[in-house]
């Protein structure tokens, strides 16, 4: 690793990177692309999706009307408050791991498209989005090696087809701590109060709070060091957990400069190149952040600017290293199962690194063979567009936007009738009553991008296909930051410096 150790040009060097991050923006004019989309529109309903998605006491200024207060009562099993927080597909379970993931990236988002945010009104929503989150990631982590990760359990919560505001399984509770460790949900969620730091920086206060908790839970990660099993198997972590301690050490030492962060990416931390960014494997993510610091681990054995770019070239077509799957009608595909989260990640990940490759001069290499960041910016909007649209079924993926939207999320939510508060739902007779009928969800879960094509660009509207119109906030939160650059910058992507 070069220059880490020259602390002040270091840090001045971070300093100035940060700076380049929130800074980046376009000249401040609506766009739609050649095909007409609404970008503006899209973004908004997109962020209005994680509103749905909440648990807890709701705001006065609670966007989704057909929601309500729900499980107001979690955490009592153990005297406890856990309530709030987000749920975070088409159950009522609350998961940590993803949950964590999504404030992380909520948070990359407000601090990588703050000028797009703030052209387009939303940057607030988004801000309400992290805190919503991360108001309820300290209450799990309110004691000292201790986390609590998980509320509910799956398997009571999938006998029963019922909104959250009328679910009556018990609100089991889970947690990890020095005997029980949980590596990845630790350093995700260190990773997630570091990021959401930055953003909070305004607010003195909270923001210290979030960056002291971050500090306590990596240092709590890399004590107790074992995979967690008990989100399995929804939420199986199949890459380990040197990701994400790779991962919390980044947005740990983008947020405090600090040398300790440094030495742990440089020395201790292992690396790898992937062809995949998501909830389970970060490391394309982490590469992506310190590219641009000419920063090695594995004592100089990983550059991550080349493994960055060996992300990008593992996923373009048109490269010798391609590995990604890509349908006939152009959209990546890696696995069946909320695929769409492989969509936005990548398309966010592209923007991003496009524009610190612009900033500081540079190209992707695959080989010997250049690829421009004109290329990563084209394929990132090509993807989004096809999610809103340009695809063989001429269909949007988003609920509530574009032609032939889906009706029938796979929601428990969105699928069932408001009902009165305290009503007595007959699980045995839910699924039939709510679940099996091939109507229109009777609430429209504006803004939910469903788990998409299947890799021959095929799709069926039905509520009990779950692994294709089941959405999720992890697929929405990486969508955001592609959106807003596209109503502001235009289809092209290119950020003014």
Known sequence: ???????????????????????????????????????????????????????????????????????????????????????????????????????????????AFKPELESTKELEHVHEAIRWGTDYLLKCAARKNKLWVQVGDPNLDHQCWVRPENMKAPRTLYEIDEKTPGTEIAAETAAAFAASSMVFRNDKKYSRALLNK????????????????????????????NDELLWAATWLYLATKRQVYADFIAHEAISSSVAEFSWDLKFPGA????????????????????????????????????????????????????????????????????????????????????????????????????????????????????????????????????????????????FGEWMAPDKPNPNELTGAIVGGPDKNDGFVDKRGNSSYTEPCTYINSLAIGPLAALAVRGAQLVATH
């Open 214 to 241: 971050a500090k306590l839970l990596f240092l709590f990660a890399k004590a107790h060091q074992g995979s967690y099993d008990g989100e399995c198997p929804f939420y199986c972590s199949y890459s380990g957990y």
């Open 287 to 430: 590469q992506v952040l310190l590219a641009e610091f000419n920063m090695t681990s594995g004592g100089g054995a990983q550059n991550f600017k080349v493994q960055a770019d060996n992300f990008v070239c593992a996923v373009l077509p048109d490269t010798a290293f391609h590995q990604v799957f890509i349908t006939p009608g152009g959209v990546i595909h890696l696995r069946d199962g909320a695929n769409t989260q492989y969509v936005t990640s990548t398309s966010f990940l592209f923007v991003v690194y496009s524009d610190l490759l612009l900033r500081t001069g540079q190209s992707v290499m695959c080989g010997n063979q250049p690829v421009a960041p004109a290329r990563l910016r084209e394929f990132a909007r090509q993807q989004m567009d096809y999610l809103l649209g340009a695809n063989p079924r001429h269909s949007s993926y988003v609920v509530g936007f574009g032609a032939n939207s889906p009706t029938q999320p796979h929601h428990r939510g969105a699928s069932t009738p408001v009902l009165a508060p305290g009503t007595d739902v007959n699980c045995g007779l839910s």
């Open 1 to 111: 690793m070069r220059a880490l150790s020259h602390g002040s040009s270091m840090r001045a060097h971070v300093a100035l990177a940060l700076a380049a991050l929130v800074l980046a923006g376009d000249a401040l004019h609506p766009a739609l692309a050649a095909a007409g989309f609404d970008y503006k529109d899209a973004l908004t309903k997109t962020i209005i999706f994680l509103e749905a998605q909440r648990s807890g006491k709701l705001p006065p200024n609670n966007r989704v009307k057909w929601r309500g207060d729900s499980a107001l009562d979690d955490g009592k099993l153990a005297n406890v408050d856990l309530t709030g927080g987000y749920y975070d597909a088409g159950d009522n379970v609350k998961y940590g791991l993803p949950l964590a993931f999504t404030v992380t990236t909520l948070a990359w988002t407000a601090l």
